[in-house]
């Protein structure tokens, strides 16, 4: 094994570890210090199911992430040990199944806000008259990193197809397009998620705002790590060097993967926690 | 400034929140030029219809209390404090109780004056549509 098949079983393991080991420690942590430090006796509207249900689905979350992390050193043993070198269709592969758990906690939690709101009897509806801008959650200078990116990685792809070796040029405007709709998508999602449903109905006014603070800075994050890893691709590529890519992409999952487990809305962003109590009333 | 709507109540939804938008002006809360959240803002956070908010957001223009500036959003007219003590919907009362008096007295009956109603509010609608 030579010194960069070394440095990709560090980082595939690093993979392993963060996102299927260390993300749902953080989720697990944060849902066990909010039963323990809001008890459901003194917050019974925070709890539509019994605490049982929730340990339950918590631990079966953990051992789900437990035995995908087994399978995954598994996996780093057999290609790196016997065979020297990952298959990319492989860790492709290992990477979405890394994601199903947490797909699988974001249904569960659309199902425990549901339950939340069919046991909401308050007939009382409160709102602020207050709009919400797009400057009330992302900075002008994000905006602009957004922009800069975007047009730095078109750039970086326009660049490379005239490069010595150059990107083909259907995968260039596989690449472009791909990116673009993303961009797109984001940006009519950031339009969207300034007024979204509301999933939580005694969530307070100012926790809500939070929530969609946090969702908004995750969102533009994403934009910008992705049009950054696109012009990197696009480089890489043109410099026969495109393994190293592959580092890129795993760091990418990782900051993925531990900014979905902190932004698990279960517990995300709550301070005002009196709406919770048997006498408030509805938010 | 924050709004309450009480599904259980009688008055209807847009009602509660015309009136609730009216009392907040009056007592200047909400001054002239002041914006309003967008109809999906506001229809998300009470959890209610969006064509209920579009309902009472209509007849808060109509009643010139607020403007809409296409995408720059909704605000509080500049009249609006001036407006919101005009009662249309007692004025309209007013106005039909006084021609109902009138054709009673005319003689017509109660029946022919419901038909004659049904029929001009019809044609108005029929005219609406074409």
Same mark, same amino acid.
């Given at each position: 094994?030579?010194?960069?098949?070394?440095?990709?079983?560090?980082?595939?393991?690093? /993979?392993?570890?963060?996102?299927?080991?260390?993300?749902?420690?953080?989720?697990?942590?944060?849902?066990?210090?909010?039963?323990?430090?809001?008890?459901?006796?003194?917050?019974?509207?925070?709890?539509?199911?019994?605490?049982?249900?929730?340990?339950?689905?918590?631990?079966?979350?953990?051992?789900?992430?437990?035995?995908?992390? +087994?399978?995954?050193?598994?996996?780093?043993?057999? @290609?790196?040990?016997?065979?020297?070198?990952?298959?990319?269709?492989?860790?492709?592969?290992?990477?979405?199944?890394?994601?199903?758990?947490?797909?699988?906690?974001?249904?569960?939690?659309?199902?425990? @806000?549901?339950?939340?709101?069919?046991?909401?009897?308050?007939?009382?509806?409160?709102? /602020?008259?207050?709009?919400?801008?797009?400057?009330?959650?992302?900075?002008?200078?994000?905006?602009?990193?957004?922009?800069?990116?975007? +047009?730095?990685?078109?750039?970086?792809?326009?660049?490379?197809?005239?490069?010595?070796?150059?990107?083909?040029?259907?995968?260039?405007?596989?690449?472009?397009?791909?990116?673009?709709?993303?961009?797109? @998508? @984001?940006?009519?999602?950031? +339009?969207?998620?300034?007024?979204?449903?509301?999933?939580?109905?005694?969530?307070?006014?100012?926790?809500?705002?939070?929530?969609?603070?946090?969702?908004? /800075?995750?969102?533009?994050?994403?934009?910008?790590?992705?049009?950054?890893?696109?012009?990197?691709?696009?480089?890489?590529?043109?410099?026969? +060097?495109?393994?190293?890519?592959?580092?890129?992409?795993?760091?990418?999952?990782?900051?993925?993967?531990?900014?979905?487990?902190?932004?698990?809305?279960?517990?995300?962003?709550?301070?005002?926690?009196?709406?919770?109590?048997?006498?408030?009333?509805?938010? | 400034?924050?709004?309450?709507?009480?599904?259980?109540?009688?008055?209807? =939804?847009?009602?509660? =929140?015309?009136?609730?938008?009216?009392?907040?002006?009056?007592?200047?809360?909400?001054?002239?030029?002041?914006? =309003?959240?967008?109809?999906?803002? =506001?229809?998300?956070?009470?959890?209610?219809?969006?064509?209920?908010?579009?309902?009472?957001?209509?007849?808060?223009?109509?009643?010139?209390?607020?403007?809409?500036?296409?995408?720059?959003?909704?605000?509080?007219?500049?009249?609006?404090?001036?407006?919101?003590?005009?009662?249309?919907?007692?004025?309209?009362?007013?106005?039909?109780?006084?021609?109902?008096?009138?054709?009673?007295?005319?003689?017509?009956?109660?029946?022919?004056?419901?038909?004659?109603?049904?029929?001009?509010?019809?044609?108005?609608?029929?005219?609406?549509?074409?």
């Amino acid at each position: 094994m030579t010194t960069i098949h070394y440095l990709y079983a560090a980082v595939f393991l690093s /993979q392993v570890l963060v996102v299927s080991l260390h993300a749902p420690t953080i989720v697990a942590r944060r849902v066990r210090t909010l039963l323990a430090t809001r008890p459901p006796a003194e917050y019974p509207k925070l709890y539509p199911v019994p605490i049982e249900t929730i340990e339950h689905t918590l631990r079966l979350y953990r051992i789900l992430n437990a035995g995908i992390a +087994v399978l995954g050193l598994a996996q780093a043993a057999w @290609f790196y040990v016997v065979d020297g070198e990952m298959d990319p269709t492989a860790y492709a592969v290992y990477t979405c199944l890394q994601v199903a758990p947490v797909l699988l906690w974001g249904q569960w939690e659309k199902r425990y @806000f549901q339950r939340m709101s069919a046991g909401a009897h308050s007939s009382i509806r409160r709102a /602020q008259l207050t709009p919400r801008r797009l400057f009330d959650f992302v900075s002008p200078v994000q905006l602009g990193l957004v922009v800069t990116t975007y +047009v730095g990685a078109t750039v970086s792809i326009v660049f490379m197809t005239a490069a010595p070796i150059p990107e083909p040029l259907l995968t260039s405007t596989f690449t472009f397009t791909l990116m673009t709709i993303f961009n797109l @998508f @984001f940006a009519s999602g950031l +339009v969207w998620l300034r007024t979204p449903k509301r999933s939580d109905p005694h969530q307070s006014h100012g926790d809500r705002v939070r929530t969609i603070r946090a969702v908004y /800075q995750a969102a533009v994050t994403t934009i910008i790590l992705m049009n950054a890893y696109v012009a990197l691709q696009s480089v890489l590529t043109s410099f026969e +060097v495109l393994r190293y890519a592959g580092f890129a992409a795993s760091l990418l999952v990782q900051f993925f993967g531990v900014a979905a487990a902190k932004a698990s809305v279960l517990v995300l962003g709550q301070e005002d926690f009196e709406v919770y109590k048997a006498d408030a009333q509805r938010a | 400034m924050e709004i309450a709507l009480d599904l259980e109540a009688e008055v209807p =939804l847009f009602a509660q =929140l015309i009136a609730q938008i009216k009392r907040a002006v009056s007592s200047g809360e909400l001054l002239p030029g002041d914006p =309003l959240p967008s109809i999906r803002q =506001l229809a998300n956070d009470l959890a209610i219809n969006n064509k209920t908010v579009v309902k009472a957001y209509r007849l808060l223009e109509r009643d010139t209390i607020i403007v809409s500036k296409g995408y720059r959003g909704t605000f509080v007219h500049a009249d609006a404090k001036a407006h919101c003590d005009v009662d249309v919907n007692g004025s309209t009362f007013d106005k039909l109780e006084a021609a109902v008096a009138e054709l009673r007295e005319a003689g017509v009956t109660d029946s022919e004056i419901r038909i004659a109603f049904g029929t001009v509010m019809n044609a108005k609608n029929e005219r609406n549509s074409q």
